[in-house]
């Protein structure tokens, strides 16, 4: 009892502790593959060839975001930690649309993160709120601000965390690091009332990004 008392508030610490032979092979795994809480990670991200869909003709502009993040170690549970998004930037520019930045909106949390130990190393999936903001629109001058209608969702089974550097290369597709699935497009809603006489369109955008690539910083 008290054995697996202690290895239960071990595990609470984000550090895990379970050897005995009626142990799961997630429980044995090394404790390093989860982080100690308090830590801060910071991270390279990038999407090459990203569509956003936007009431423009055809064809649907693709978008080669560059940018980084930030998480800090919270507490979870038993065999996880949480991980809270300090920061969170990427953008992209494109001969119709301008600057295309991605960023977490001013006011959130953003806790809902978490890295958890599985059987083949650890799964990290990032649920992240996003504010988008396009330089303009064609012919039409903004900045257009828009928000994420639900979180964006990506995840990934990682050997280890962080995962290594990504090698950025000019004009092409980052390669090393790890690549987080995306869940479903992102939708986004305007943050705030339009001016009149814009598309339609502009109250529905959707991001068809297939994931992240994120590396150690």
Request: glycine residues 10%.
């Amino acid at each position: 009892m008290l054995r697996q008392a202690a290895a239960a508030a071990l595990a609470g610490t984000g550090l895990l502790l379970c050897t005995g032979p009626n142990a799961s092979a997630a429980e044995r795994r090394p404790a390093r593959l989860l982080l100690e809480i308090g830590q801060t990670i910071n991270l390279s991200l990038n999407a090459f060839g990203t569509p956003l869909a936007v009431p423009l003709p055809p064809p649907v502009p693709p978008l080669n975001f560059i940018g980084s993040m930030v998480v800090y170690v919270l507490l979870g549970g038993p065999g996880f930690v949480r991980l809270r998004v300090l920061g969170f930037t990427m953008e992209a520019f494109h001969p119709l649309l301008g600057r295309v930045l991605l960023k977490l909106p001013d006011v959130d949390t953003a806790t809902a993160s978490t890295l958890v130990l599985g059987p083949a190393g650890v799964v990290q999936t990032m649920l992240v709120p996003l504010d988008m903001t396009l330089e303009r629109l064609g012919d039409l001058a903004g900045p257009l601000a828009f928000t994420t209608a639900e979180l964006a969702k990506a995840s990934a089974t990682l050997t280890d965390f962080p995962p290594p550097s990504a090698e950025h290369r000019s004009r092409r597709s980052p390669t090393g690091g790890a690549f987080l699935k995306a869940a479903a497009p992102i939708r986004f809603r305007p943050k705030n009332l339009l001016p009149p006489r814009l598309p339609t369109g502009l109250g529905n955008l959707r991001l068809f990004w297939d994931g992240v690539n994120e590396g150690q910083l």
